[in-house]
Nanobody, 122 residues
């Protein structure tokens, strides 16, 4: 599966952007779809998660401002980002996660998109 992230750009603080992550295959087979971000000099952090059951979770720093959603028919995951702050500036990556089991062991598998740059001016 290939993931193609898009929608990044330059926005003023307080503005909005919507990121999209289009998958080349079905996203329903994944346990979860995630958005991560990485700012210069910082570690990559998990921003938002949506499970194949539709459960969502957010990093505390974006809760109430960002919304993750999925369209299984279009094999696309979205991240609506509102009230953007300069500290939200980063490269945003989409991620597809699934687990496999073999015996007693559980294995995690990840696919990553190429990243899309979000710049927020103050």
């Amino acid at each position: 599966v290939q993931l193609q992230a898009s929608g990044g750009g330059l926005v003023q603080a307080g503005g909005s952007l919507r990121l999209s992550c289009a998958a080349s295959g079905s996203i329903f087979s994944f346990n979860a779809m995630n958005w991560y971000r990485q700012a210069p000099g910082k570690e990559r952090e998990l921003v938002a998660t949506i499970t194949n059951g539709g459960t969502t979770n957010y990093a505390y720093s974006v809760k109430g401002r960002f919304t993750i959603s999925r369209d299984n028919a279009k094999n696309t995951v979205y991240l609506q980002m509102n009230t953007l702050k300069p500290e939200d500036a980063a490269v945003y990556y989409c991620n597809a996660l699934f687990y496999t089991n073999k015996g007693w062991n559980r294995y995690e598998h990840n696919y990553w998109g190429q990243g899309t740059q979000v710049t927020v001016s103050s």
